[in-house]
């Protein structure tokens, strides 16, 4: 399975391989989320994600917060994809489950505003990357006049 993830997606003129941990907790950390919910939630970010030309590779959670695995590509902005998934799964959540939300919620709210999105190494971690650009033929290294 490894090697599936570890070739390389090309695009007009790139390639790339981009994998994201994203982890989004509940608005005041409450323990709220059923399995059902899991579920859902797992369903719904799937399809958003699939709009967006990304991929859901792992989806997990607990009561209180959920951990998303996915591929993009280069010309996402981030921001704007975890805007979108937060909004469009806090309105569909907070509908479709508002009766199990309103001890929790009394306003409108699902998701902490805060999350955490963390870059995920493909063929190699990041001391293997360090090195090999450590160790380029740099002019400036090598004594190389500057121009």
Same mark, same amino acid.
């Given at each position: 399975?490894?090697?599936?993830?570890? &070739?390389?997606?090309?695009?007009?003129?790139?390639?790339?391989?981009?994998? %994201?941990?994203?982890?989004?907790? #509940?608005? %005041?950390?409450?323990?709220?989320? /059923?399995?059902?919910?899991?579920? &859902?939630?797992? $369903?719904?970010? &799937? =399809?958003?994600?699939?709009?967006?030309?990304?991929?859901?590779?792992?989806?997990? =959670?607990?009561?209180?917060?959920?951990?998303?695995?996915?591929? /993009? *590509?280069? /010309?996402?902005?981030?921001?704007?994809?975890?805007?979108?998934?937060?909004?469009?799964?806090?309105?569909? #959540?907070?509908?479709? %489950?508002?009766?199990?939300?309103?001890?929790? %919620?009394?306003?409108?709210?699902?998701?902490?505003?805060?999350?955490?999105?963390?870059?995920?190494?493909?063929?190699?971690?990041?001391? /293997?990357?360090?090195?090999?650009? $450590? *160790?380029?033929?740099?002019?400036?290294?090598? =004594?190389?006049?500057?121009?």
């Amino acid at each position: 399975m490894y090697m599936e993830y570890a &070739r390389l997606r090309t695009s007009n003129h790139s390639a790339y391989r981009l994998f %994201y941990h994203l982890v989004l907790s #509940m608005k %005041y950390r409450h323990k709220c989320l /059923t399995p059902g919910m899991l579920e &859902r939630l797992e $369903e719904l970010m &799937r =399809g958003l994600l699939a709009k967006w030309d990304c991929v859901l590779v792992e989806f997990g =959670g607990e009561a209180d917060h959920v951990h998303l695995l996915f591929e /993009t *590509n280069p /010309t996402v902005k981030l921001s704007d994809l975890v805007k979108n998934l937060k909004s469009v799964t806090a309105r569909h #959540m907070r509908k479709e %489950y508002a009766a199990h939300l309103a001890p929790f %919620y009394w306003k409108p709210c699902f998701w902490n505003s805060a999350y955490a999105l963390i870059s995920v190494g493909g063929r190699a971690n990041i001391e /293997t990357l360090l090195r090999y650009i $450590e *160790n380029q033929d740099d002019p400036r290294k090598l =004594g190389q006049p500057l121009d």
